[in-house]
């Protein structure tokens, strides 16, 4: 009886970290957010940066940032001529299995994907640069379905579709955009057609959908170049939408909290606060220019927004009023960030630097930083370091082209 209550115990244990590990299943995390739950995380980095773990060179061409669970990494890279679905250990960086996605996309600013796969139970699914959705199984990457946004009426935006898919229940959610319906759900299953957003006509942008609870309904919100929307999740009626005037690309994660959508765009555009009233009402609370994100993403932590702004800086913000607090431009060049433990994680695209601050409104404290090593070769002269940075399990991937490093930045 005692052996019993001892194992049961054990039980119990087990499952409680194992509720605890901070897997990543999909593009800005769990909550699609980019704040990681995750504590016990270095509060300050060595001179030299935090401890390499190991580093993969041979990932491919591309922009894919990761999905993380059940120790496996999953990303999308270009080899040749051909993207494909490659899944590492996240503990070491062996590569496991390589799955065919489709022909590579070629752009002038880079060759390979954008999107971040998405990994639900048993599957994990993406969407190549030429805009083949791919649903894999996560354990030896046998292809299930795919299927194309041109058999759905999708016509490919200017530098390639870059959609993070979202996989909600037995949903598959992606947007090909056009007069058959901007947004589709399609089944995880099989990749039938369950929906689509026939109210809806426009084009794809660049944004992913992020799924809330919004006044007692499921909503799938997602930003176009002229509005942002919100969807029912059960059939894609058109619940709201809310004009945007967006110039050349939209691309930012809306990011949603108390009935709030804020939405922002680069080119000079700057941000928006729109709150949802009732079922199908919006009023703007703000539109201005203090945060004109382009791409490199914007987190809400509390009351605060933070994020790069173009011709700003690194900019803290309120949410509620958007008002800024304090920016700072002198300490870090543009690019993307992720939060974890009350830190932020911040990579400058132009030489990778990556950057530990907190992520407080006091103002920019730096806790370190690092340039990561080696350079990728391959790298177009026009691109970046654009793949956005995951902090999970006590480690912190960074991807450089065909370049995907591990570093240890747990306390001890």
């Avoid at 539109?287 to 004109?292: C, I």
């Avoid at 949410?319 to 920016?327: E, L, S, Y």
């Avoid at 999970?392 to 747990?410: A, H, P, T, W």
Wanted: aromatic share 8%; glycine share 14%.
């Amino acid at each position: 009886m005692r052996f019993a209550f001892r194992l049961f115990l054990l039980g119990l244990c087990w499952m409680a970290a194992s509720l605890q590990a901070g897997d990543w299943p999909n593009w800005r995390g769990p909550d699609r957010d980019d704040v990681s739950k995750e504590t016990g995380l270095l509060k300050d980095w060595p001179n030299d940066g935090p401890k390499l773990v190991w580093s993969n060179s041979d990932v491919g061409l591309g922009y894919s940032s990761f999905a993380i669970a059940d120790g496996k990494l999953i990303t999308i890279g270009a080899r040749e001529d051909t993207e494909f679905l490659i899944c590492l250990n996240a503990n070491d960086g062996k590569e496991l299995w390589a799955a065919r996605v489709g022909t590579r996309l070629d752009d002038g600013k880079g060759d390979g994907p954008r999107g971040t796969p998405a990994i639900s139970g048993d599957a994990v699914c993406a969407m190549g640069g030429q805009g083949t959705v791919i649903c894999a199984a996560l354990e030896d990457g046998k292809v299930r379905w795919q299927k194309s946004m041109s058999s759905l009426g999708g016509r490919k935006p200017g530098w390639g579709f870059c959609e993070s898919v979202l996989v909600d229940g037995d949903q598959v959610i992606c947007t090909p955009g056009g007069s058959e319906g901007a947004i589709v759900a399609l089944n995880k299953a099989n990749g039938e057609i369950l929906w689509r957003t026939a109210e809806l006509t426009d084009k794809a942008g660049y944004s992913s959908v992020v799924p809330v609870e919004l006044n007692g309904q499921r909503q799938y919100l997602q930003l176009f170049q002229s509005q942002v929307v919100g969807v029912s999740a059960s059939d894609g009626k058109l619940l709201w939408k809310s004009e945007w005037p967006g110039k050349t690309a939209v691309i930012p994660t809306p990011i949603y909290h108390d009935n709030h959508v804020f939405i922002t765009s680069g080119y000079g555009v700057g941000c928006k606060l729109v709150k949802v009233i009732g079922g199908s009402q919006v009023e703007d609370v703000y539109f201005n220019q203090k945060m004109k994100n382009h791409h490199g993403g914007v987190i809400l932590l509390g009351d605060h927004l933070y994020g790069y702004s173009d011709a700003v800086g690194w900019v803290c913000m309120e949410f509620k009023t958007g008002d800024v607090v304090w920016a700072e431009k002198g300490a870090l060049g543009k690019g993307c960030v992720t939060c974890a433990d009350g830190m932020l994680y911040c990579v400058e695209e132009k030489t990778g630097t990556v950057v530990l601050a907190e992520a407080s409104p006091v103002g920019w404290k730096e806790h370190g930083r690092f340039n990561p090593s080696p350079k990728p070769a391959r790298r177009n002269s026009k691109g970046m370091v654009w793949a956005h940075p995951v902090v999970c399990n006590g480690k912190l991937f960074l991807r450089d082209q065909e370049i995907l490093s591990c570093y240890d930045v747990k306390a001890q």
